[in-house]
């Protein structure tokens, strides 16, 4: 499912340290599909087409988890986008 512009919060480990992220991704590229890489199978994450800040934290207890298959990944993500708030409720900003 190619998309515009998309927003995905996920926890992503630098140098050991798990932090939350969030990653932009490109135009017209199919998110199910990035999100097998960033932030990889079997981690929790949350898609937006906008937020309102900065996310300093999030809580991914229930959140999707990326799948082998871009189809239910993007099913998840459908899901979040036609009612984002409670999504965005589990979300802290700057």
Request: aromatic share 6%.
């Amino acid at each position: 499912m190619a998309q515009n512009q998309m927003k995905i919060v996920c926890p992503i480990t630098i140098g050991g340290v798990e932090q939350t992220k969030t990653l932009t991704t490109a135009t017209g590229v199919d998110v199910g599909s990035f999100v097998k890489t960033k932030p990889g199978l079997g981690k929790p994450f949350l898609a937006f087409n906008t937020l309102p800040g900065t996310v300093t934290a999030a809580d991914f207890d229930g959140a999707p988890i990326v799948d082998a298959d871009a189809a239910v990944n993007n099913a998840a993500i459908t899901t979040m986008l036609a009612d984002p708030q409670p999504y965005l409720d589990r979300l802290t900003f700057a």
